[in-house]
């Protein structure tokens, strides 16, 4: 029989009683110590998480500026849209969503990849598209069931359109969803919540000028996170317009002169600088791009042979051929190597001494006795042959440089091409050869390494039709903020060509209304009852021919054929518009790049 021990039972319960309460002291004071750090040291912390948890801060997109022509007519413009949208932070389960959403709303393979891609380059809490451009029974569709998709929701948006795309394609550019390589460039706060950023062309220039200044508003949310009311707002300031110096019926007429041959043509203001129109034949529509343009559809136009997307007025680089002939001539009555009197005996071919190389004028039997002004108003290479061998390479290019041949005109869009001024320097640099004299004789007539863009000739034209002055080509002539009625014009750069004696202006400006009006002229069949036009015919060979072989279109390729040019100003008086026009293998400049010039003349200054 156990006998119980009251004393060691004492004991025990003793023990066991200072156990739990020390047990108890722990506990609680790990309580208090918790409690003091959550209620005392972290309570700012938890105070901000708390609030993040009720109000969010969102941003306010700002309205990209509009883009409008010479008459105020728009250009680019922006339409209302909507689109479906998700915030994945949002939500659960965004593989689940997406299956459930292509139930409801019809959604492309292209659109699920989009907004894949989207989502890694995104911010978890940025609202990314999943589908654009809804109609409206897709949007009353979702409306009806949205509370079963937590963190998707329909986004009202404005997307750039263009009114006119093909006829402005090339100069407006295009705008696009912001790229990895753009987020690089950009400011990220300003862009927050800005899904499109210019491209191309004037959209691309002018981005900072379009986009404007993002907003921000704090908005107090519900527990499945709809809004429940805007707490603050600040709101955004929308992009500026811009006002151009283009005349987009004038751009219409333009490309539609070419009828089915490719090309470009520029038309400037010689009293500005304004271009007044800016085509390259063949063209696209920019607004494929806005919202993402397919695969299939972007590669037909990258491989199409004809190069769509290339910008022949801006980029495309061309001999110039004999439109050419007008600025050489003024180069050797500058560095007096001619006299506008002095004549010249033209038998049909060139010959340097102790080559037997000939050098061959384009009418075989010669032009005969010929001064200056005949060997403009008739082309004759002979003349100039001789000019260039004259004056060499060295002279030739100083003086054509004051032309802007082998440089950018400083146009606003990005991407010119300089072209090609031919000299001693450049070809060491560029092909480590030494100058040959031939390379001279052929520069004289605008062939050879020598190179130059629509818009060079359209500017240099220009310098002519005004007697001296060279503009920097302009196609934006004012910017206006949304909230007044004021523009801030846009000064243009512009410079003197430095020339000893103002007479060989004249000389040169009588020869080219030579060409229109002397029974000889080259551009006699452009000739007009209500206005006088200035010009000059070219003719630029696409590639060489032997010296037994003659030229014979019905024979080539028509990639083989020549290109056509054409120069001219109008009124010859009081010039109001100088263009360059070329017409890719369309054979001679006279036949062909005349007629398109004399329908753009004829759009500009007698409103046909």
């Known amino acids: ?126 609202s990314i598209p999943i589908k654009l451009n809804l109609d409206p029974v897709e949007a009353a569709r979702f409306a009806v069931i949205k509370h079963q998709f937590p963190g998707v929701d329909i986004q009202a948006r404005l997307l750039r359109h263009y009114p006119n795309p093909t006829a402005t394609a090339h100069v407006l550019g295009y705008v696009g969803r912001i790229s990895k390589q753009d987020l690089e460039r950009l400011d990220h706060s300003n862009y927050a919540g800005t899904q499109y950023t210019g491209k191309t062309g004037l959209e691309k220039t002018y981005e900072q000028t379009l986009h404007g200044t993002v907003g921000t508003r704090q908005v107090e949310v519900n527990v499945v996170g709809r809004v429940a009311r805007v707490l603050e707002q600040q709101a955004p300031e929308p992009g500026q317009d811009l006002h151009l110096y283009l005349d987009s019926r004038l751009q219409q007429v333009a490309l539609q002169a070419f009828g089915e041959h490719n090309g470009a043509a520029v038309a400037l203001d010689p009293n500005t600088g304004g271009i007044l129109a800016m085509v390259s034949k063949p063209t696209y529509d920019p607004n494929l791009f806005v919202q993402g343009i397919s695969h299939p559809a972007y590669q037909a136009l990258r491989q199409d042979p004809d190069q769509p997307l290339y910008d022949r007025a801006l980029r495309g680089q061309y001999p110039p051929g004999s439109t050419i002939k007008p600025f050489m001539g003024l180069a050797g009555l500058e560095t007096e190597h001619i006299q506008a009197n002095q004549t010249l005996s033209c038998s049909g071919a060139f010959q340097l001494p102790g080559h037997t190389h000939k050098y061959r004028d384009w009418k075989k039997t010669g032009h005969g006795i010929v001064n200056l002004s005949d060997a403009i108003i008739q082309s004759c290479d002979v003349y100039f042959y001789k000019m260039a061998h004259t004056a060499g390479v060295d002279k030739l290019s100083h003086y054509l440089a004051q032309f802007n041949f082998g440089q950018r005109t400083g146009v606003d869009l990005q991407g010119e091409a300089r072209g090609i001024l031919p000299s001693r320097a450049w070809k060491q640099q560029a092909r480590s050869l030494p100058w040959y004299p031939g390379e001279t004789i052929i520069m004289g007539i605008g062939q050879g390494y020598f190179l130059s863009t629509p818009l060079q000739l359209a500017a240099a034209t220009a310098a002519i039709a005004n007697g001296g002055t060279y503009h920097s080509p302009r196609l934006v002539r004012a910017h206006q903020a949304r909230d007044t009625q004021n523009q801030t014009p846009i000064p243009s750069a512009q410079r003197s060509i430095a020339i000893h004696d103002p007479q060989h202006w004249q000389t040169i400006q009588a020869a080219m209304l030579g060409v229109v009006e002397h029974p000889r002229g080259t551009g006699k069949r452009i000739q007009h009852a209500g206005y006088r036009i200035a010009g000059k015919t070219g003719t630029a060979q696409v590639f060489s021919i032997k010296q037994d072989e003659e030229y014979d279109d019905s024979t080539i390729t028509k990639k083989q054929r020549d290109h056509a040019l054409f120069i001219a100003y109008a009124p010859v008086e009081q010039p109001r518009i100088a263009l360059a026009v070329i017409v890719e293998n369309g054979g001679q400049g006279s036949a062909i790049a005349a007629p398109v010039a004399r329908k753009i003349l004829d759009a500009y200054l007698t409103g046909r």
């Open 1 to 126: 029989m156990h006998i119980q021990d009251p004393i060691q039972d004492h004991q025990l319960f003793s023990r066991r009683t200072l156990v739990a309460l020390c047990g108890i002291c722990i506990a609680l004071l790990v309580l208090i110590t918790r409690l003091t750090q959550l209620q005392i040291i972290d309570h700012a912390h938890f105070t901000t998480l708390s609030k993040d948890n009720r109000v969010r801060l969102e941003p306010l997109t700002p309205t990209r500026g509009l883009i409008y022509d010479r008459h105020g007519i728009l250009l680019a413009q922006n339409r209302p849209s909507y689109s479906l949208e998700m915030i994945p932070e949002q939500v659960p389960d965004v593989a689940d969503t997406l299956q459930r959403l292509a139930t409801i709303i019809s959604l492309s393979h292209q659109d699920q990849t989009r907004f894949n891609r989207l989502k890694q380059r995104k911010r978890r809490f940025d």
